[in-house]
């Protein structure tokens, strides 16, 4: 790799899929093959696209690292550039340079549960975490809470309901709300009615019992989310340091430099890009502003 | 450290070396603002200068910055570096440097600012503080590192003191210009040391500063000053550790483009936004508090992330007072 770390390197897009309405999949390979090789990285960390002559945004990975030879973005069209990636095409080719960040501590969570608990968009990062704990299945149980607006807005709809179905037998258990009503969700209620119910993601916490001293939880979703379903896994006595979370902000170096994430007060400064995305809870509340 | 004496007569012909090393800038003023330029002349340079507008890091870490060029599609680096000297720069702006050293040499480093660092030489000088100064308080107002030669005035002439292995080969190769330190001029240096330090009319009690700080994160101080800064980011501008940019891509012509980097500043609203308009810090006051938070964070290895140079004071058009404001954030504690 050069040693310009603001150079990207040529990545093909071999496929798009339409999730919803605003997000589209995009499915990515290095023409390098050499740079492919090298590529890896911890579900947790993003990568910066680079649209060249347009500018650079950062997104984070949404595949797992054990399935090899591509990775993938879930990309929700909300600005300029994202509108810009919208309207490409497979056979296009975008910049990408990464991973950055720390991502979560996969190894360290090893032989535990897993608690996803997923609102909105924030299900791509941690799509990535629960393939990785399904093909290695070095973990004990592995529940995901998603919280979605409405059964149009659900990503990954396919896998989801694959997992609805199957999931038991990969040590994987999902439960799904929804808020706004639909006949698409009833027939899901209808189907699975002890995994699916309208509401918010923390009512998916009703009625689950889960070792504390065995379990870490991982949270992403919008900023709002994050008081609500802390306050549930404390209320069920987890430890602050068992809560993973993944952050967002406007990354714009990748590499602690640019300034633009820097959080925190005179006693505790934090890159999320490079301390980050991902903290425990103990970090919040040592750290002004994370949440 | 290495100690030779540089006569005043001497001086001339020591400053006219220099350009062997590379252009030199120095600082020079211009209408009632001190600045560094390129200077061929000393008799151009304004040897008792209180502080240039903007930093030394201009010379790094550029205002507007050309980080890569589209050729044939691809990016190519633009690294052309011309080799500079910096001739006079103030302890206080020495340790500015260091601070942004240890965000951009990090690793992973910056190839822009690393090139420029290695290519230019450091030459210091000794100043007196005027009522802006506070970098006494914050223990950057001597500089026993970061630079390759540094001139401490003397009555008849400069006290050296030689900082790196290419401070030596400037020394060495202008051997004749130099003398050896005498009892006298150690005696004159010390006394230079002692006015200066009771000039300092500014001071910035940093005990428990940091935690302070975070203890008072709601007080009515911050709100209050929020409403008279015009968040113009002057601040950040004239801040010698202020470090923030933000990128850019500009078509040249139909076929090229640039992608520029350019300086910004957290009073600007746009600073932490994020995708789909949602802003971690909306309000000025939350921006405003920000800096003063940053400015303030101290780290065991470098320390604040404040120089005490007092360009934020000098060039603020709202006329707030950085010490002023940390200490009425302090009493407000009481």
Redesign the interface.
């Known amino acids: 790799m ?7 390197y040529d990545a093909r897009i071999l496929e798009v899929k339409d999730l919803t309405s605003r997000e589209k999949l995009f499915t990515l390979r290095f023409v390098d093959s050499k740079i492919e090789d090298k590529f890896d990285f911890r579900p947790g960390q993003f990568v910066i696209v ?1 649209i ?6 950062p997104i984070s990975i949404c595949s797992s690292p054990t399935r090899k030879g591509y990775f993938q973005l879930c990309i ?1 069209k ?2 300029r550039m ?1 509108k810009f990636i919208h309207r490409m095409k497979e056979g296009d080719v975008v ?1 990408i340079r990464g991973p950055y960040g720390n991502g979560f501590p996969m190894e360290k969570m090893e032989g535990s549960n897993l608690i996803l608990v997923a609102g909105g968009l924030g299900m791509a990062p941690l799509r990535s975490v629960l393939w990785y704990a399904i093909d290695t299945g070095k973990y004990e149980n592995v529940w995901l809470l998603y919280g979605t607006k409405a059964y149009e807005d659900i990503l990954f709809r396919d896998e989801i309901i694959h997992l609805l179905k199957h999931g038991e037998a990969m040590n994987c258990s999902v439960k799904l709300a929804y808020e706004v009503e639909s006949p698409s969700c009833i027939y899901l209620e209808q189907g699975f009615s002890d995994k699916v119910c309208k509401g918010v993601v923390t009512d998916l916490f009703r009625g689950e019992e889960f070792d504390v001293n065995n379990t870490y939880a991982l949270i992403c979703g ?2 709002v989310m994050y008081k609500f379903v802390i306050r549930e896994l404390l209320d069920r006595k987890l430890s602050p340091g068992r809560i993973y979370m993944t952050l ?3 990354m ?2 990748g ?6 994430c ?8 934090k890159y999320i890009c490079q301390d980050g995305p991902v903290f425990t809870y103990w970090d919040a509340l040592s750290t ?2 994370l949440i | 450290m290495r100690y030779i004496k540089l006569p005043s007569e001497n001086f001339e012909r020591f400053f006219k070396s220099l350009e062997a090393w590379g252009s030199v800038y120095a600082p020079v003023k211009r209408g009632g603002i001190y600045s560094f330029q390129k200077v061929h002349d000393p008799a151009e340079i304004a040897l008792d200068y209180n502080r240039t507008m903007l930093p030394p890091k201009k010379f790094f870490f550029r205002p507007r910055d050309t980080v890569l060029r589209m050729k044939n599609g691809r990016w190519e680096e633009n690294l052309e570096v011309e080799p500079m000297v910096l001739f006079g720069l103030h302890s206080c702006d020495i340790h500015g440097l260091k601070i942004l050293d240890k965000v951009y040499l990090d690793e992973p480093a910056d190839p822009y600012y690393r090139t420029r660092r290695e290519k230019t030489v450091i030459v210091g000088i000794s100043c007196m503080p005027d009522e802006y100064c506070f970098c006494k308080s914050l223990g950057t107002h001597f500089a026993m590192d970061g630079f390759d030669l540094f001139l401490h005035e003397l009555p008849d002439g400069w006290l050296v003191r030689i900082g790196s292995v290419r401070g030596h080969e400037i020394a060495w190769e202008n051997g004749e210009l130099f003398e050896e330190v005498t009892d006298e001029d150690l005696a004159n240096f010390k006394e230079f040391e002692e006015k200066r330090a009771k000039a300092f009319q500014k001071e910035l009690p940093q005990e428990g500063l940091a935690d302070m700080l975070d203890l008072a994160y709601n007080s009515p101080v911050w709100k209050k000053y929020a409403e008279i800064c015009l968040a113009c980011g002057n601040c950040n501008m004239v801040c010698p550790t202020c470090r923030c940019y933000e990128v850019c891509d500009r078509w040249v012509d139909a076929y090229s483009a640039v992608r520029e980097r350019r300086y910004d500043s957290c009073f600007m609203e746009n600073h932490g936004l994020v995708a789909g308009n949602y802003n971690f810090r909306p309000t000025r006051l939350d921006r405003f508090r920000h800096r003063y938070y940053c400015k303030s964070y101290f780290d065991p290895s470098s320390g604040y992330n404040c120089v005490g140079c007092g360009r934020c004071d000098e060039f603020c058009p709202a006329k707030i007072e950085h010490v002023k404001v940390l200490e009425e954030v302090r009493g407000s504690l009481r």
């Open positions: 050069s040693e310009n770390p603001y150079q990207t680079d060249r002559g347009f500018g650079e945004f929700r909300v600005g994202t910049g919008p900023p967002e902000r406007r714009r170096c590499v602690g430099k640019c300034g633009h820097v959080v925190g007060t005179s006693v505790s400064m002004r502003g």
